[in-house]
Structures are given as structure tokens and as C-alpha cells.
């Protein structure tokens, strides 16, 4: 990479930082987060026993989402250190007067890991979708959508 191609890098991750920032200040004061790490997230223990009482869930039911979120967590687990590592070493040489080579693979890496933890929440979706009745999807989706689950 040459020192152009270094600036560009450099200034995508700063408009990125910078929307993202600008997209979450207005979402807050809107009142309406809408996050897509945030809505994709794995409901919480909490969530999933509020989740199952508005929905009617059977006991098997119940039975299968703790054993998909049981899954879930020991995936993300076993991601989680390479994406810190990750995460630390593209702060720190954004935070570098010069970026130098290896920012990019750096960068690289923390897509990577973090492109996994999103295949990951995918295959849950698609998993909890097997778990519910299509009643019970289409009910799901209409409190998710308001900002995860209110108790």
C-alpha cells in the first residue's frame, strides 16, 4: 500500500467512526434504537423466559432455544479472544501518527473474526425461525421490532 492508499484507509475509518457515531446519538434521541448488533443480539436469559410467555412457547420449545443460545455462546466464546486482540490492535495503530502495512491486514483480521460473529447470530435467527410455529415467528418479530422485549 502507498502512503495514498494509507490516507484513504485512514479517512474511511474515521467517516466510518463518525456516522456510526452521528446514526446513534439521533437513534437515542429519537427514541428508537435501531442497532442491527443490537437487534441481531441473542435475547438474554431474561428476554427468553419473557419471549416464551408472550408467546405461548411450548416446553420443548423453551428447551430447544436454551440449548440454541447455550450453542450460540460457546461459538461467540471461542471467537471472542481473536476479536478483542483484533479489535485493540486496529485501535492502536489508528491511534498511530503513520499507518504502515500492517494496518490493513490488521484490519483485515478484525473483519474476518467479527464477519464470523455475524454468520454466527445469522445461523441463530435461522435456528430460533425452526424453533417457533410461524404463528409465533410472526408475533416474535412484532415485539422485536420495538426494541427487543419489554417485560
Known amino acids: ?14 467517516l466510518v467512526v463518525s456516522v456510526t457515531g452521528n446514526t446513534f446519538a ?9 442497532n442491527l448488533i443490537a437487534t441481531f443480539k441473542p435475547p438474554t ?10 408467546l ?6 423453551k428447551f430447544l432455544l436454551k440449548n440454541l443460545n447455550k450453542e450460540y455462546q460457546r461459538q461467540v466464546d471461542s471467537l471472542s479472544g481473536s476479536y478483542n486482540k483484533a479489535y485493540d490492535e486496529t ?18 483480521s478484525f473483519h474476518d473474526v467479527h464477519s464470523k460473529i455475524v454468520d454466527t447470530e ?10 417457533l410455529t410461524p404463528e409465533q ?5 412484532k415485539i ?7 417485560k
Do not use: C, P
Open 144 to 150: 422485536w421490532q420495538k426494541g427487543r422485549v419489554a
Open 1 to 14: 500500500m502507498n502512503r495514498k492508499q494509507y490516507y484513504v484507509f485512514f479517512i474511511v475509518i474515521v
Open 45 to 54: 436469559a431474561e428476554e427468553q423466559e419473557s419471549l416464551a410467555k408472550k
Open 56 to 61: 405461548k412457547m411450548t416446553d420443548d420449545q
Open 122 to 131: 445469522v445461523e441463530y435467527w435461522r435456528d430460533i425461525k425452526l424453533i
Open 91 to 108: 485501535v492502536s495503530l489508528m491511534q498511530q501518527e503513520v499507518v504502515n502495512e500492517q494496518a490493513y491486514s490488521v484490519l483485515k
Open 26 to 34: 439521533k437513534a437515542e434521541k429519537d427514541g428508537v434504537f435501531r
Open 137 to 141: 415467528n410472526k408475533e416474535f418479530w
